[in-house]
């Protein structure tokens, strides 16, 4: 693995489980009051055209990374969504 592949690789491991604690979070407490519906709109939109460039280029650390960011992300505005309903 060459030195950029492995700052690709870690960058894309770091940001993706950064999502992990906020999942955890909001499954814990049942709150998800000061998560933004925009921002989070606007970063599913991102991650899943950054999906597609992966997608495109064939780089698979951006196309797992990504995929999995995009599920994550799409887990906490679903979890808003239900914790907000009740």
Excluded: H
């Excluded at 491991?13 to 989070?40: E, H, N």
């Excluded at 899943?48 to 999995?68: H, S, T, V």
């Amino acid at each position: 693995m060459s030195l950029t592949d492995f700052i690709g690789a870690v960058a894309g491991m770091l940001t993706t489980i950064s999502f992990i604690p906020q999942v955890v979070k909001i499954w814990r407490t049942r709150s998800a009051r000061d998560i933004s519906y925009g921002m989070y709109t606007c970063f599913i939109g991102g991650v899943g055209l950054w999906l597609c460039y992966g997608l495109l280029i064939g780089a698979l650390p951006i196309i797992l990374n990504n995929a999995i960011v995009l599920v994550l992300a799409i887990l906490v505005i679903f979890f808003k969504y239900k914790v907000e309903k009740r």
